[in-house]
Each structure stands twice: as C-alpha cells, then as structure tokens.
C-alpha cells in the first residue's frame, strides 16, 4: 500500500520537538506581590554598603538601607536638590566644618529598636575601620559624636547622599557628609 503525505506531514517531527521542549521546561510560578525581583547582569560582590563602591553592587544596595539624606525626587524625575531621609533636619557651624543631624523620632532598625545617633556614630566608626569602598570619600581620622540620642555631628564640608548609608551591622542611620 503506498503511503500518502500531506502538507502536514513534514511538520509532524517539529511539533513533536516543540510539545516535548514545553514538557520538561521548568515551571515558574507567579511572584507574589509583595516580592522584589532584580534581573542583574551579575551577582553582587556584597551587600555590605560600608564595603562596595561598585555600581553593579549599588543598584542592590542603595534601595536596601536609608541615608541621613537623600537626592529628591520630583514626579519621578531626580534632582540634585538634597532632602532628609533619616535626618529630619541638619545643620552646618559657622566655620562649615561641623555638620549636626537631627534623627527623626519615628525611625527604627527591622526590629522595632530605636534609630539613634549612637547607632550613626558606631556606623561610621565601623565604616573608618573597615576601610573600603565608601570610606575613602571621608579624611583620615574623622570624628563623629552622639551629642543626644537623637543629634550626631561630624567635621565636614559638604553634604552628599552617597556618603550618608549605615552600615547593615550597626544602623540606618548617618551622620557625617561627604568631606
């Protein structure tokens, strides 16, 4: 008996190979909403913002801890204007060699424990120590007080966002500037 082929017959072996690929393809399940999920080109060297200074580690880092002060924001659109994040207000000495931050009241660590200007202090020692990353934007032997459970100070400058994240270890709050 001879066999007759259709138009459809060449195809047959295609879409087998299709059907079976889509049979053993994992299964991704739907992220829930309250997920963040970040498709980077790399894996992260750390999440230590006292450590890394690299960009790829930064766009991981930066959104995952808050600073004394942070670049605003207007209808999505960044500016270099500079507004508090932990600090509800700061302000410079006469001679600008001295910056004072005021912690807002309200903030506090993931476990429910108070934000305060101790917790700033012993970030930005842990920072010093460590000598990494971020720590080369600030001089050699930089001193930061706790005046007040709520007020830091700190010899510098100028004020940058960057140079103003807690260490994870210690606090989410800082309290010195870019010097």
Not at 5 to 21: I, S
Not at 32 to 49: E, S
Not at 85 to 95: G, I, K, N
Not at 132 to 158: M, W
């Amino acid at each position: 008996m001879k066999m007759i082929r259709t138009p459809l017959t060449g195809f047959r072996p295609l879409l087998l190979a299709v059907a079976l690929a889509a049979a053993v393809a994992p299964a991704y399940a739907a992220v829930p909403k309250d997920m963040l999920v970040i498709g980077k080109a790399a894996d992260p060297q750390t999440l230590d913002p006292a450590v890394t200074i690299d960009n790829n580690d930064w766009t991981v880092t930066y959104p995952a801890y808050q600073r004394l002060v942070k670049y605003k924001t207007d209808d999505g659109k960044g500016s270099t204007d500079v507004e508090g994040e932990l600090a509800e207000s700061w302000q410079v000495s006469d001679d600008g060699k001295t910056w004072t931050f005021t912690l807002h009241k309200s903030m506090q660590f993931a476990d429910g424990s108070p934000v305060t200007a101790e917790a700033v202090k012993l970030s930005f020692e842990r920072l010093m120590r460590i000598k990494q990353g971020p720590s080369e934007a600030f001089p050699t032997g930089l001193k930061i007080d706790a005046v007040d459970p709520l007020r830091s100070a700190s010899p510098c400058r100028s004020l940058s966002p960057r140079s103003c994240t807690l260490s994870p270890t210690t606090a989410r709050r800082s309290s010195t500037r870019r010097c």
